[in-house]
């Protein structure tokens, strides 16, 4: 639905350069929630305006919905026809809502309509109907001041769809709400992605967002998509910070007389008691130091740091066996263990 | 006495209101292309800005009573003579352009950068920006500097008295100055005073009751008033 190939952009103020982005490709799937997440200054937001070229690219393209954009731009600072007939059908909700505040709800909905050249008969209906999908219809007359954060980005999400777009681009939504606001609102923008097949492209710096709304994520350093994939591939991927982040288990790396062993779910093997089974078929003690199991898109998925009694040469039998089970392990810390047991077998 | 008075005020009233009016017509577009061609801008224009910019300057700058003389040629051509009401309108609409140019400037700019992006976002063009967002945002502000424009604009009408243009200043000036008739001065002084003060309430208020509603407070009683007053804030944004 949203592909950027190779999509660059270098910000040139006295003789200075900026690298916002360093060649970002990016693949949404029509139809998912696509979470990028980075620290400030990673160029999430010059990539989100990137993507309704509110920022011209230096470089690279932008397809949106089978519509090369980057091409529809034109060599002047100015936005043609085209381009802007393009962005009235992708929507785009802003951390601080820029809704205006000189207009009543029902109206800073219809902006966008009244744009597009509705009819007043039009514009009403349809602003009541979105302000009723986001439960305010009882706000419809209210200014915007008489409103609660919350309730303005609710406002702030009836506009985005008011132009029936494909795509809704969210530019940190939720980074000036309390954590209880956060989750209606992440809850509503999921709701919509069922209901109407939106897809959904959102930048945060917040992990929790990902976790709880994201079928797939991208984690942006530096101008570049470090990691990108969906949740289950993440977690599949092994030394994924993306999936450690969504992920954290605690606990310690393994010694001397123990070994400690990262079992990461992501499918089938979720639903089966793997541990129990374990412990009972080679008589051993687990102890579970750490888990983050979540249901992401009907699967469980998650990943559980356990501790096995005795050296890591010890439990090759019993890992062996969580391997069997479709589990990906992972021994933190393995890479300083790796030449040992090379030294073991050459003796 | 009282009829010397009561033409004087409408002189003054006169003058002041047509010139006010092609001051608002003409500056509000000015104020508005000197955000916009300004860098960074909507229409980025440096050369443009810094014409625009600089003729603003000299202009808001000349004295005024010079300005008058200076546009002598301008005002016959326009107005076929360069004495009476007529004549002075001329001169004063156009000191008064680039001083309400540059409040529009200074209010326009206060407009939250995110609220044009978002209409840009929504398929908006510059002409839809400026309709949409600039204008009625800051809506309250350009009420005060209309206010402001005409209370400066008083005051500059009262040297139109020397192009025999009548009005409250020139009463002062020939009764009260030149053959000591000081009682009349203080009352010329007084009427100003009365009608100045009026003018500021009457804008304070409707730059307020419009700044309510986006405020931080709920909408008070002042809100039903306000609908009576919609319409005149509404030929502004029309003539943007």
């Known amino acids: 639905?949203?592909?950027?190939?190779?999509?660059?952009?270098?910000?040139?103020?006295?003789?200075?350069?900026?690298?916002?982005?360093?060649?970002?490709?990016?693949?949404?799937?029509?139809?998912?929630?696509?979470?990028?997440?980075?620290?400030?200054?990673?160029?999430?937001?010059?990539?989100?305006?990137?993507?309704?070229l509110l920022e011209r690219p230096t470089s690279g393209t932008v397809t949106v919905a089978g519509q090369d954009l980057t091409a529809l731009a034109g060599r002047g600072p100015r936005a043609g026809r085209e381009l802007r007939q393009a962005r009235s059908r992708i929507g785009m909700v802003f951390q601080h809502f820029n809704l205006l505040s000189s207009r009543t709800v029902q109206d800073n909905v219809e902006l966008p309509l009244e744009i597009l050249g509705r009819s007043g008969k039009e514009r009403s209906r349809k602003a009541?109907?979105?302000?009723?999908?986001?439960?305010?219809?009882?706000k419809a007359k209210a200014y915007l001041a008489q409103l609660s954060g919350g309730q303005k980005q609710r406002v702030g999400i009836a506009r985005a769809l008011a132009g029936d777009p494909k795509v809704l681009l969210s530019d940190e939504a939720t980074s000036a709400l309390d954590p209880e606001t956060t989750r209606s609102i992440l809850q509503l923008l999921r709701d919509l992605n069922r209901q109407l097949g939106l897809t959904v492209l959102l930048i945060t710096h917040e992990m929790d967002v990902v976790k709880s709304i994201c079928d797939s994520a991208a984690l942006m350093e530096q101008g570049r998509v470090v990691e990108s994939g969906t949740v289950s591939e993440l977690l599949a991927t092994p030394g994924s910070?993306?999936?450690?982040?969504?992920?954290?288990?605690?606990?310690?790396?393994?010694?001397?007389?123990?070994?400690?062993?990262?079992?990461?779910?992501?499918?089938?093997?979720?639903?089966?008691?793997?541990?129990?089974?374990?412990?009972?078929?080679?008589?051993?003690?687990?102890?579970?130091?750490?888990?983050?199991?979540?249901?992401?898109?009907?699967?469980?998925?998650?990943?559980?740091?356990i501790e096995l009694p005795g050296r890591y040469e010890d439990n090759v039998v019993p890992i062996g066996f969580l391997r069997e089970q479709g589990l990906q392990i992972d021994v933190p810390g393995a890479s300083d263990r790796e030449p040992l047991l090379v030294k073991d077998g050459a003796k | 006495m009282q009829p010397l008075l009561e033409q004087a005020c409408w002189d003054t009233l006169y003058m002041v209101g047509w010139s006010t009016v092609v001051a608002v017509v003409g500056g509000l577009p000015l104020g508005i292309l000197l955000v916009l061609t300004d860098r960074g801008g909507l229409l980025q224009n440096v050369v443009a800005n810094k014409v625009i910019g600089q003729v603003v300057n000299v202009a808001r700058s000349m004295p005024f009573i010079i300005l008058m003389v200076a546009l002598m040629g301008f005002t016959r051509s326009l107005t076929g003579t360069t004495i009476g009401r007529e004549a002075a309108i001329v001169p004063l609409a156009i000191g008064a352009i680039p001083f309400f140019a540059r409040l529009v400037e200074t209010a326009v700019r206060e407009v939250d950068d995110g609220l044009v992006e978002a209409v840009q976002a929504m398929g908006g063009n510059t002409w839809t920006v400026v309709r949409k967002v600039l204008v009625p945002e800051s809506l309250p502000s350009l009420i005060s500097s209309t206010t402001t424009t005409i209370v400066a604009l008083i005051g500059y009408s009262a040297m139109a008295g020397t192009v025999g243009a009548g009005g409250l200043g020139d009463i002062a000036i020939r009764y009260g100055y030149q053959r000591f008739e000081t009682e009349l001065m203080w009352i010329t002084v007084a009427v100003l005073a009365v009608v100045?003060?009026?003018?500021?309430?009457?804008?304070?208020?409707?730059?307020?009751?419009?700044?309510?509603?986006?405020?931080?407070s709920g909408p008070g009683p002042r809100l039903r008033l306000l609908k009576a007053k919609e319409p005149a804030a509404a030929d502004i944004s029309k003539v943007a």
Do not use: W
């Not at chain 1, 139809?31 to 620290?39: D, F, P, T």
């Not at chain 1, 009541?128 to 009882?138: I, N, S």
């Not at chain 1, 779910?265 to 983050?292: C, K």
């Not at chain 2, 100045?196 to 931080?216: N, V």
């Open chain 2, 196 to 216: 100045i003060s009026l003018i500021q309430f009457a804008g304070d208020f409707a730059a307020r009751s419009l700044h309510r509603r986006g405020g931080r």
């Open chain 1, 241 to 305: 910070e993306l999936a450690a982040a969504l992920f954290p288990v605690g606990g310690e790396a393994g010694g001397d007389d123990r070994t400690v062993v990262d079992v990461t779910f992501h499918g089938e093997a979720a639903t089966q008691p793997v541990i129990s089974q374990l412990s009972r078929t080679y008589n051993i003690d687990i102890s579970i130091l750490g888990a983050a199991i979540d249901t992401v898109g009907g699967l469980q998925v998650g990943r559980m740091r």
């Open chain 1, 128 to 138: 009541l109907e979105l302000l009723d999908l986001v439960g305010l219809a009882d």
């Open chain 1, 1 to 52: 639905m949203i592909t950027t190939t190779g999509l660059t952009k270098v910000y040139r103020s006295r003789g200075r350069e900026v690298t916002a982005l360093d060649g970002v490709d990016l693949h949404v799937r029509e139809g998912e929630v696509y979470g990028v997440i980075g620290q400030s200054g990673a160029g999430k937001s010059s990539l989100i305006r990137c993507i309704n």
